[in-house]
């Protein structure tokens, strides 16, 4: 016999893979080829991540670049308004000192390259209106629109 014949004897003949309950009959040609299909699709799947990974980074920069325009904008946005995301986020009321100053004059450079003509004073941004003051701020009217108010309010 010529050692063709040989291998392919080898590779025709078989055995019994036994899962449980199950026995299943397998050459061994079948078994070297399902162990290759295996390998090319773990290589193939190791190829499109890879794939996937650049697409993704390069996908990712243009994120975080619009992340950090909008970032700036709300931002410069609540330093107009008198507040920061910072202060607002961690909820203080009063500032560190060093952080207030920087942020003040964050806030005045800001209104200077925006060109902003009125903006909140900082004081009426911190506070939250209460009784008295709303009576204050009521009484500082001019009669005509003191007489708005008490139709607004006095009248349903």
């Not at 078989?14 to 295996?38: C, H, M, Q, R, T």
């Not at 560190?96 to 200077?112: E, N, S, V, W, Y």
């Not at 009521?138 to 349903?156: E, G, N, R």
């Amino acid at each position: 016999m010529n050692q063709f014949a040989q291998t392919s004897k080898f590779l025709s003949r078989g055995f019994d893979l036994n899962l449980g309950k199950f026995s299943i009959p397998l050459a061994y040609w079948e078994v070297a080829a399902i162990v290759f299909l295996i390998f090319l699709l773990i290589l193939s799947m190791a190829q499109f991540r890879r794939h996937y990974v650049d697409w993704g980074l390069k996908g990712a920069l243009f994120g975080i670049f619009f992340g950090f325009l909008l970032a700036l904008l709300l931002e410069g946005f609540l330093i107009v308004g008198g507040k920061t995301a910072l202060t607002e986020f961690l909820g203080w009321k009063n500032a560190p000192k060093p952080l207030q100053i920087a942020l003040d004059a964050g806030r005045t450079q800001l209104i200077q390259v925006l060109g902003v003509k009125s903006s909140i004073p900082s004081s009426l941004a911190k506070d939250s209106s209460t009784f008295q003051g709303a009576l204050e701020n009521i009484q500082t009217l001019s009669p005509a629109d003191l007489k708005k108010v008490k139709s607004l309010i006095c009248q349903p």
